[in-house]
Antibody
Framework: EVQLVESGGGLVQPGGSLRLSCAAS????????MHWVRQAPGKGLVWVSR????????TYADSFKGRFTISRDNAKNTLYLQMDSLRGEDTAVYYC?????????????WGQGTLVTVSS | DIQMTQSPSSLSASVGDRVSITCRAS??????LNWYQQKPGKAPKLLIY???SLQSGVPSRFTGSGSGTDFTLTISSLQPEDFASYYC?????????FGQGTKLEI
């Protein structure tokens, strides 16, 4: 069974940093691109970043370039999101998602999400 | 960036109704369009990928159609468990933008 479990969320002050983790199981982690998507309270889904299977290629939405860093450790079957210079508007639930391909790319499995709250 | 516009933003319907949600892309995205369902406090769930392919395990009352810039998600006969929010997403080019969502209410 495919499982994605996020952790690392919590309360952080503006300007602070946080590293989110996403532990994967039930599939060959290194064979899949992985994504982060976030959702502010009461708002819609926002795509954040993606990384390829071996970690050599990463892409970010413009809003997160230079502040967020996606990475992975295939030996540990874990995806990461390092978030720096956090702002109040970064308060959101952060989801990791596995990406598959069949005619197009799609996120077929999602974690339960981890809540990040940026506040003084 | 490709903008995705869903309509309506909210929709009231009854069990057994047939409903449709539309998603329009700001430029052609071929069939690189996915639909997700999200219930309160839960992660999104993939319903349809590549505009019209039904994800394994998803009931056949969900259908997707369209290509280019205009897409539709149709639920043929609403069930109580279908009342949720629905999002389209394009994966044609980065950033992989989502529509603003459609809340389907009883």
């Amino acid at each position: 069974e495919v499982q994605l479990v996020e952790s690392g969320g919590g309360l952080v002050q503006p300007g602070g940093s946080l590293r989110l983790s996403c532990a994967a199981s039930g599939f060959t982690f290194s064979s899949y691109w992985m994504h982060w998507v976030r959702q502010a309270p009461g708002k819609g889904l926002v795509w954040v970043s993606r990384i390829n299977g071996d970690g050599s290629s990463t892409t970010y939405a413009d809003s997160f370039k230079g502040r967020f860093t996606i990475s992975r450790d295939n030996a540990k079957n874990t995806l990461y999101l390092q978030m720096d210079s956090l702002r109040g508007e970064d308060t959101a639930v952060y989801y990791c998602a596995r990406t598959s391909y069949s005619s197009n790319w799609y996120q077929d499995y999602w974690g339960q999400g981890t809540l990040v709250t940026v506040s003084s | 960036d490709i903008q995705m516009t869903q309509s309506p933003s909210s929709l009231s319907a009854s069990v057994g109704d047939r409903v449709s949600i539309t998603c329009r892309a700001s430029q052609s995205i071929s069939s690189y369009l996915n639909w997700y369902q999200q219930k309160p406090g839960k992660a999104p769930k993939l319903l349809i990928y590549a505009a019209s392919s039904l994800q394994s395990g998803v009931p056949s009352r969900f259908t997707g159609s369209g290509s280019g810039t205009d897409f539709t998600l149709t639920i043929s006969s609403l069930q109580p468990e279908d009342f949720a929010s629905y999002y389209c997403q394009q994966t044609y080019s980065s950033p992989y933008t989502f529509g603003q969502g459609t809340k389907l209410e009883i």
